[in-house]
């Protein structure tokens, strides 16, 4: 009878495996992680679904062992250890410390034998073990009750080898494998065996001699004269290979079985760890690693929750707040939804052991109102001190309720985007992670997701205290850790100058969104939905059948096999038919420039058309999207449902686009738009003579590029020049490559490089720039903006051409852009602030890029176009001027 389970993984097998299957993994301090992660996968995966009792993980030595001694070529010729890999090693020992997993090296020996001592070991007393390995050299060891499991697919799936596997796929009994090696070698081990004598050969003498002494003992039995002789010229390289390849079961190693039962581990210590490690996505598994005492503890911090259920309670509650003079907050809704939704339920933490709950589900129309009267005398007290997580979205909650929010004081989501700008998520279950090493519930976790989501209506009434107020109180601890960290990094007047305030500018943009005409966009749809029509006649007459032209493998197959085109790109599932190869098609197929038409007006129309239809609101007839302060890793805004970021302007199609998104009534929309800002910004951070001096003229920096790049005075600049002049100019600003500017101007590699030359040799404090930032991400780890505003590069201590290429770019071009983007958002701070200051209708109600609208009431235009044009010219000192165009008009489209 099987008493327990023991997992036995080869440490180095799974690490390696691990590596090589997946893609480079960085923290933004640049240490390599992909190794660790991976193996930590497959443990969760082992732990998951085999649920061992005990479990011990082994690694090689880097002394030799008794092989070398005994044959000094065994592993020659072995490349060496990759450094992005061996710096991997120490660090997953750790981790699997923190873990609590047992871990067994020796000095002479390797991992395998190791393994096979634990697994004979542990077979002897009734376990039943599982050897997870890369290598199949472990499957000598198993028996009836030695289970081998070999990674497959990288580390994505086990493939299970028991001896009646072994029996039925080599028919040999496991421990025949190692005659097996004997007869045929191991290349990667460097174990000679004996030459000429491959798999199949080997296979059949072993099956028919049963071991590699009984088929020396009977040599004279072998059929055929070669082979005959190549064994009898190697029967002792035979014999040592088998020697050699032969996993050890009695290393003198004293083992306490008890060791290796899976131990208590600290879950706050694990959290943290993986947390410091940037594996988001492993942290909803780090209860596979809990204790019951750490569970209780969780739930005793949670107890310490109050509900605040009637007008006595409300008064205390105020009274309290009033005089602690600090608050952290945090309310929720159905589906936070901006607009529609309201408050359900509210909590508020004023210390670490004082956590309130507001429950609003089930109140009248009547104690709601008091509710919110007695929070509103506190939410707009300026003494008092809020802090939130994503505190926007309280702003607008409580927005709803006619309370403004006075005190804003912190919000630590923007904070720590602020410190890790490139972090995919700042949710509060990833925060308490990296800095408590707490594994907080999330949404998810609470309601649960698909057909057996709750719905937060239906959530018990002390769950939900127990989990917002365990938010509330996580956010409240967590301030003065980010806090400290700003200071650190020199950040603080970033924050508390530009990112906090300008939370209340993008809230007020949201509540009050920008007015579409809905008549034009169904008047558009109609005019789209013709068009596609007709080039959907047109594609399949020249195609010669009709097929699903949004199908990049039927179209492939239309263009390609059908038509017989030249094919440009292959991928793994067939043709490629994007975009930059239906362009170097154009010419050869009248059907291309359709299907490029087609996709254009597709998604204009999927994308933006039927997309604003759904999201206009039916009250305000005004689309309300989503600006998000904490997605770009250069800071800039980006917007969401809709993304009125990416519009295609550079298509007229896209620009009319534009044409739909207009002034209420007899408002206009006033619309002013830096010129050329990132070349400005640029002359400044270089400190570039010409540079400046061309701005400082009023020049056309493109024209003067020109003449510079082209050598020819400004007065013979051509169109054609200025253009090519222009691409050189943005595309110095991204950093681009000669084999980038050849792409975009469709000329040689050598003649791009000559205008990058060109252009660098005249402007040379540019050229010192693009390598001080190089030299900076090199030696920091990170460049900055003008504000100090940091952008990670990892990636230019990459050892791999493209990645490190990457990050050089970004280097050059993070400081530019985010230095761009700081400006903007200081712009709109001091626009929203003097607008509101003047008591002006006027409201700031969109920035796309380096663009800035305020719609404004018609007798308000004068006043409300100085103050924008003022905010934006003024936002900061450089040493060259910032310009700034404005336009006025009813609609976007003719206010550019």
């Known amino acids: 009878m099987i008493k327990d389970r023991i997992v036995i993984i080869d440490g180095n097998s799974l690490i390696n495996r691990a590596f090589y299957a997946l893609p480079p993994l960085t923290t933004k301090e640049g240490k390599h992680t992909n190794a660790i992660y991976g193996f930590l996968t497959m443990l969760i995966r082992v732990l998951e679904d085999y649920k061992p009792e005990y479990i011990s993980v082994t690694f090689d030595k880097k002394k030799p062992t008794f092989r070398h001694v005994e044959y000094d070529q065994y592993k020659a010729g072995r490349k060496k250890m990759p450094m992005e890999l061996s710096e991997q090693m120490e660090p997953l020992k750790d981790v699997l410390d923190i873990l609590n997993i047992h871990r067994l090296e020796l000095d002479g020996f390797e991992a395998d034998d190791l393994i096979g001592t634990v697994a004979k070991e542990s077979e002897g007393l009734g376990m039943e073990v599982l050897i997870v390995t890369g290598d199949k050299d472990a499957l000598q060891l198993a028996s009836d009750k030695i289970k081998v499991l070999i990674t497959k697919k990288g580390i994505s799936s086990l493939e299970i080898y ?201 109140k009248s129309d009547e104690e709601s109102e008091y509710i919110f009267a007695g929070l509103k005398e506190v939410l707009e007290n300026d003494e008092i001190k809020i802090i939130s997580h994503d505190i926007k979205k309280e702003i607008i909650h409580f927005s709803k309720h006619n309370i403004h929010l006075s005190g804003v004081a912190f919000d630590i989501m923007v904070a720590e985007y602020l410190l890790d700008p490139s972090r995919s998520s700042y949710g509060l279950k990833e925060l308490a992670a990296k800095y408590f090493g707490e594994n907080l519930m999330d949404e998810e976790e609470l309601l649960g997701k698909g057909k057996s989501k709750t719905k937060i209506v239906e959530l018990a009434s002390e769950d939900f205290k127990e989990y917002l107020c365990k938010q509330v109180n996580t956010i409240l601890l967590l301030q003065s850790y980010i806090e400290h960290n700003l200071k650190d990094m020199e950040m603080e007047s970033l924050y508390y100058n530009v990112e906090l305030p300008l939370i209340e500018v993008l809230a007020s943009m949201e509540l009050v969104g920008i007015k579409v005409d809905k008549q034009m966009l169904l008047d558009f749809q109609e005019e789209y939905n013709k068009s596609l029509f007709m080039l959907t006649d047109e594609i399949y007459k020249l195609a010669g059948e009709q097929f699903n032209i949004n199908s990049p493998k039927q179209l492939g197959e239309i263009l390609f096999n059908k038509l017989g085109l030249p094919v440009i790109k292959k991928t793994k599932t067939g043709y490629s038919t994007n975009v930059e190869v239906l362009e170097k098609l154009y010419d050869q197929h009248e059907i291309i420039g359709k299907i490029l038409e087609y996709r254009q007006i597709n998604k204009v129309k999927t994308t933006y058309v039927d997309g604003l239809l759904n999201i206009i609101n039916p009250v305000t007839n005004r689309v309300h999207s989503n600006f998000n302060q904490t997605v770009t890793a250069t800071g800039r805004i980006s917007s969401t449902e809709p993304n009125l970021q990416n519009i295609p302007v550079r298509l007229e199609m896209g620009r009319r686009l534009r044409k739909v998104f207009v002034a209420e009534g007899n408002n206009q929309l006033i619309d002013a738009d830096y010129s050329q800002i990132e070349l400005r910004v640029l002359a400044h951070i270089s400190g570039d003579n010409n540079l400046i001096e061309a701005f400082r003229l009023n020049q056309d920096i493109h024209t003067r590029t020109a003449s510079e790049i082209f050598n020819v005075p400004i007065e013979d600049v051509t169109s054609s020049m200025r253009s090519d002049a222009k691409a050189v100019n943005f595309g110095i600003v991204y950093g681009i490559s000669d084999f980038g500017l050849s792409e975009n101007l469709n000329i040689s590699r050598q003649k791009a490089k000559q205008y990058i030359d060109n252009y660098l040799e005249r402007y040379e404090y540019v050229k010192k720039y693009m390598n001080d930032s190089i030299e900076m991400a090199k030696n920091n780890g990170y460049v900055v903006t003008i504000l100090n505003r940091r952008r990670y590069l990892p990636e230019v201590q990459s050892k791999n051409f493209n990645i490190r290429s990457f990050g050089e770019r970004v280097a050059m071009n993070s400081p530019i852009q985010g230095s761009a983007a700081d400006i903007i958002k200081i712009a709109m701070i001091n626009v929203y602030r003097k607008l509101k200051e003047q008591n002006l209708k006027s409201k700031l109600i969109l920035q796309v890029h380096d663009e800035l609208i305020v719609e404004s009431p018609i007798e308000e235009v004068e006043k409300a176009s100085a103050i924008l044009k003022e905010s934006m010219e003024e936002a900061v000192k450089l040493d060259v001027e910032l310009k700034v165009d404005l336009s006025i008009a009813q609609n976007w489209y003719d206010a550019k």
């Open 162 to 362: 028991d001896e009646s596997r072994i029996k039925e796929e080599y028919e040999l009994i496991p421990n025949q494998l190692i005659d097996l090696k004997g007869l045929m070698g191991d290349k990667s081990d460097n174990i000679p065996g004996v030459p000429g004598v491959g798999e199949k050969t080997a296979l059949k003498l072993i099956r028919e001699f049963g071991s590699i002494e009984n088929l020396i003992n009977n040599i004279d039995k072998v059929d055929g004269v070669k082979l005959r002789e190549k064994i009898e010229n190697n029967m002792a390289q035979a014999v040592l290979s088998k020697r050699l390849g032969t996993i050890v079961t009695q290393v003198p190693i004293e083992l306490n079985i008890d060791e290796l039962k899976r131990g208590s581990s600290d879950i706050h210590r694990v959290t943290k760890t993986f947390s410091e490690y940037e594996f988001t996505s492993l942290l909803n598994k780090v209860s596979l690693f809990a204790t019951k005492k750490d569970e209780e503890l969780v739930q005793e911090k949670n107890s310490l929750s109050l509900l605040i259920d009637n007008r006595e309670d409300i008064d205390i509650l105020v009274n309290k707040i009033l005089e602690n003079k600090k608050m952290s907050i945090l309310s929720i809704t159905e589906e936070n939804n901006v607009i529609k939704d309201k408050i359900l339920a509210i909590a508020i933490s004023l210390t670490a052991e004082e956590q309130f709950f507001i429950d609003l589900r089930n």
